[in-house]
């Protein structure tokens, strides 16, 4: 009996453990508030997918031939959003970015990867989806949140979002990609904001 009591509290001791490295191995890989991943998850995930895509032919796993054929990224901005902390304070503000959370993981696959790049900006990426079709998610999501509403102060609050839109080239990094879509995105700011803009449609695209 003393012997099955040991194994007991040794097995409850290993479940506790277990449950330790998962807690923080989620926070290592997650975004506490809106629950995306953190820039440091997004970028591990997404590496996986280009690193398939930017082997050479000889090494392309039947997992790349079956389905990945392309890879693109929407870089997503919320716009205004320092005024709605400024006016609504910042507890309105969080609402805001776990509502967008909600509304872009709502529009996309299982497959897909959506992270909190830094403040109200979230990247999302698409393995397998060209510009064009990163284009059209982008914008369903777009209008999507255009529609929704947090409550703050008995007042009813939204935002609009911005998205630059770029898909992968052969050789392309992850920071080369993010690069492009940030570039669009600047230029949908530039365009007066509740917009998508692809990379390609730039003048400097290259």
């Known amino acids: 009996m003393a012997n099955k009591n040991v194994c007991g509290k040794e097995i409850k001791q290993i479940e506790k453990l277990e449950a330790e490295i998962h807690r ?13 991943f953190n820039r440091h998850g997004f970028k591990v995930e997404a590496d996986k997918f280009l690193h398939e895509l930017n082997a050479p032919k000889e090494e ?10 392309n890879f693109s990224i929407i870089m997503v901005d919320a716009d205004h959003f320092k005024k ?6 910042h507890p309105t ?6 509502m967008l959370a909600v509304a872009i993981t709502g529009r996309v696959r299982d497959l897909d990867m959506v992270g909190r790049w830094g403040g ?19 914008d369903i999501i777009r209008e ?47 365009r007066g904001r509740n917009c998508v803009v692809r990379f390609t449609e730039l003048k400097s695209a290259k």
């Open 24 to 36: 923080i191995k989620r926070l290592a890989y997650v975004d506490e508030l809106t629950g995306l």
């Open 60 to 69: 392309m796993t039947k997992r790349r031939v079956a389905l990945i054929s």
């Open 84 to 89: 709605v902390n400024d006016v609504y304070g």
């Open 93 to 98: 503000g969080d609402a805001i970015l776990k």
């Open 120 to 138: 109200e900006e979230i990247i999302i990426g698409l393995p397998g989806a060209s510009e064009n079709d990163a284009a059209m998610i982008a």
């Open 144 to 190: 999507k949140v255009e529609k929704e509403r947090v409550v703050s102060k008995k007042k009813s609050v939204g935002v609009t979002i911005s998205s630059g839109v770029a898909a992968h080239a052969h050789g392309d990094t992850l920071e080369a990609l993010i690069h492009k879509a940030d570039k669009a995105l600047y230029e949908a700011k530039h």
